[in-house]
Each structure stands twice: as C-alpha cells, then as structure tokens.
C-alpha cells in the first residue's frame, strides 16, 4: 500500500522561506514522477511544481516560478518543495502526490495523471 506523508508546513510572514518535505512508500519512488499541489478554502486545487524520476526535469506554475524549487533524493524516497519570497496568496495546504507515469505529463497542472497523494500540510503566510 502507498503511503505518502508531507511535512514541514507551518506560519511565516510575507518574505519568509519554508521546506516541505514528503516521504513516499509502497511503490518503487524512482519510477515516479511526483508533483506538489495546493488547495485554498473557496478554491480549486492547483499544480504547483512536478519533477522526473530522475529529478533532471522540473516544472513550475507560474505563480510560483523563480521563488519555489523542487527537489527529490531517490536513495531516501523524499520529496522536497523549498519555497522562498514566500507570499500571502500562497497560504494553502500543501500536497504531495506520486504520479502514475515517469513523465510529467502536460496535464500535470491539474493532477489528474497523480494516483497517490498525502494528506497535505498547511502553509500560512501573514503580511
């Protein structure tokens, strides 16, 4: 049975940085690609980032490209999501989620292509 644990949300003004992290077991943690979402109250689910298997290719949502980095260490079977310049529109809870194929496919953004996901971690960002 996959299981799938994020951590390391918390509170933190406007400019501050967190680290996610999320540690995934049950599946083979090197034939997945694995993305981060994040959910607001009133809102839809977004995508937010997706890397490769090998961690070679990464993706961005646009709202979060050049301040949010993705990062994975297959030998630990861990997901990292660092997030810099953090803003208050950011504020949500965090989700991380192994995707059923080795590619982030071009839907990644919706989540569609992910089977197994945690059960989030909050973020707040206060101005």
């Known amino acids: 049975q996959v299981q799938v644990v994020e951590s390391g949300g918390g509170a933190v003004q406007t400019g501050g940085s967190l680290r996610l992290s999320c540690t995934a077991s049950?599946?083979?943690?090197?034939?997945?690609?694995m993305g981060w979402f994040r959910q607001s109250p009133g809102k839809e689910r977004e995508g937010v980032s997706c890397?490769?298997?090998?961690?070679?290719?990464?993706y961005y949502a646009d709202s979060v490209k050049g301040r949010f980095t993705i990062s994975r260490d297959n030998a630990k079977n861990t997901l990292h999501l660092q997030m810099n310049s953090l803003k208050p529109e950011d504020t949500a809870i965090y989700y991380c989620a192994a995707s059923a194929y080795v590619v982030c496919v071009s839907s990644w953004l919706r989540g569609t292509s992910f089977g197994d996901w945690g059960q989030g971690t909050q973020v707040t960002v206060s101005s």
């Open positions: 890397i490769t298997p090998s961690g070679r290719g990464t």
């Open positions: 049950g599946l083979t943690f090197d034939e997945h690609a």
